[in-house]
């Protein structure tokens, strides 16, 4: 993860982080409002976001940046961030083009219903 970045201080002050440097953000569709994913972003991955309108997150398992829809198609343009009440999280409101979740599905949460 980068250690420096661009990300405007007053943003970076309000935003929580876990022990990693890590913060949720949350994808819902900007059309039909569906939550379409969960990814996680540092401070350099929202900047990236903000200033490409590319949704950027940080992988946690390959422990690098990636850029949603880079090599399959399906990308993600940004419309709006939102960070929530407690700064832990962010909300990226998204057009996207073609499924989001990597089974092929239009939502990463049309697996089984739980309740």
Do not use: S
């Given at each position: 993860m980068s250690t420096t970045t661009s990300l405007d201080p007053a943003i970076a002050a309000r935003l929580k982080r876990?022990?990693?440097?890590l913060f949720a953000a949350v994808v819902q569709d900007a059309g039909s409002r569906d939550v379409l994913m969960v990814g996680w972003m540092d401070?350099?991955?929202l900047h990236r976001t903000l200033t490409t309108g590319a949704a950027t997150f940080w992988s946690r398992s390959r422990s690098e940046y990636w850029v949603k829809g880079e090599t399959s198609g399906n990308t993600l343009a940004?419309?709006?961030?939102?960070l929530?009440?407690?700064g832990d999280?962010?909300?990226?409101v998204a057009d996207?083009?073609?499924p989001t979740c990597h089974?092929?599905?239009t939502t990463c949460f049309d697996a089984d219903?739980?309740?």
């Open positions: 876990d022990d990693h440097g401070d350099e991955a940004v419309r709006e961030v939102r929530d009440c407690d999280t962010v909300l990226v996207p083009a073609g089974t092929g599905a219903r739980l309740v």
